[in-house]
């Protein structure tokens, strides 16, 4: 695919000195506090949970999680610093305008003006868009790491032309994706910034071969076959692997609600029953995970189509399948896995191929249509 090998391009562009204070704000953080909107928050906490899971792991609150000790960040900032000294607040936004991650800063910001040592609190942001409100706060108070996007005057009209400029800013978020995993493979072996980007280039390498593999497989061809049925559609995975079906589906659902269908992220508090001719698509590392493996199960039952990404040909839920591909991640305890975004980047061409099929079809998809809530997903 074109526009991976584009991804690529733009990593390479990045300021090394950029990469270098973005490295070691991380490296020397107590706690990394992520934040993002959709699918760029998506590309950030994959990477984050490989982080958790090093050896030396680095501790990684959410907003959303139990234990974060407070409704707001000036609420939660004093404690923070308290329990695990310095703070990062980690930032995926190609607008540098996304609402949640803008409030976040903000208030971090304001604390930091009013109670805090700028040294025991970073903001840190990877963005398109240094002169944001989010880009600017970064300047402020720590890092911004600037990453090119798709250019405005490349937005395709054909859906030819997604092959090359991606959809849904692909350019932006996927190379993110590729950056934080490296960042998190260079922590794990305590290597230095300057390595950074040559990991990337490594996991590129392994990226282009799995998306020409999997775009020429049958698997492949099965799948936007099932997707093209006016039928409903879920994505299911747990941890990491469910926030690739998460970035999945919003791509997917642009298409398939254009179309007058549904998509679920399943276990979801919205999620239907599912009917005949349904069809489940799992991301899966072990391929063995027990409550994956039952929604797998209970969906063959209902007569759905089941379709898995897996780390293992020879697990439960590739056999559970009624279509599978293999990827190969890592696959060493303690160190980040690649799996899941090497699964991101071989699901990346689906909704263009999609958009591709419902247009032999007569039903043409605009842009417009693919860009709905990116002000929301980016």
């Not at 990593?11 to 706690?31: C, F, K, P, S």
């Not at 609420?75 to 930032?91: D, M, N, S, Y």
């Amino acid at each position: 695919m074109t526009f991976v090998n584009r991804i690529f391009q733009n990593l390479e562009q990045t300021n090394r000195a950029e990469i270098e204070a973005l490295y070691h704000d991380i490296m020397g953080a107590g706690v990394i506090l992520p934040s993002g909107e959709g699918r760029s928050k998506g590309a950030l906490s994959i990477a984050c949970s490989e982080m958790a899971k090093m050896r030396r792991g680095k501790l990684v609150l959410d907003r959303g999680d139990i234990g974060f000790p407070g409704r707001t960040m000036i609420e939660a900032a004093p404690t923070l610093k308290q329990r695990f000294g310095q703070v990062c607040l980690l930032i995926n936004s190609g607008s540098g305008k996304s609402m949640m991650p803008l409030l976040d800063a903000q208030q971090l910001a304001m604390y930091i003006a009013q109670h805090g040592n700028p040294r025991d609190f970073r903001i840190d942001v990877l963005t398109s868009e240094r002169d944001s409100p989010i880009g600017k706060l970064g300047t402020k108070y720590g890092n911004v790491l600037m990453l090119k996007g798709r250019e405005p005057d490349e937005a395709p009209t054909e859906s030819k032309e997604f092959r090359t400029a991606g959809i849904l800013e692909d350019l932006f978020i996927l190379g993110t994706g590729v950056l934080f995993q490296a960042i998190a493979e260079a922590l794990n072996e305590e290597a230095s910034a300057d390595t950074v980007i040559g990991r990337s280039k490594q996991i590129f390498t392994e990226i282009g071969s799995v998306v020409d593999q999997i775009v020429a497989s049958d698997f492949f061809k099965s799948l936007v076959d099932a997707l093209e049925q006016r039928h409903s559609c879920f994505f299911v995975g747990l941890g990491s692997g469910r926030e690739v079906a998460r970035m999945t589906a919003v791509r997917i659902g642009h298409v398939k609600r254009a179309m007058g269908d549904q998509i679920y992220v399943a276990g979801e508090s919205n999620t239907p029953a599912p009917r005949a001719g349904d069809v489940l698509l799992v991301i899966s590392n072990s391929g063995e995970t027990e409550i994956v493996a039952s929604w797998c199960k209970n969906f063959k039952r209902m007569g759905a189509t089941v379709a898995s990404i897996v780390g293992n040909p020879d697990s439960t839920i590739a056999a559970t399948s009624d279509l599978s591909f293999t990827i190969k991640g890592n696959g060493v305890e303690g160190k980040p896995n690649s799996f899941y975004i090497k699964t991101a980047f071989a699901l990346s061409p689906l909704p263009i191929y999609l958009v591709e099929k419902v247009g032999e079809r007569g039903l043409r998809l605009p842009e417009y249509i693919l860009r709905w809530h990116q002000s929301v997903t980016s």
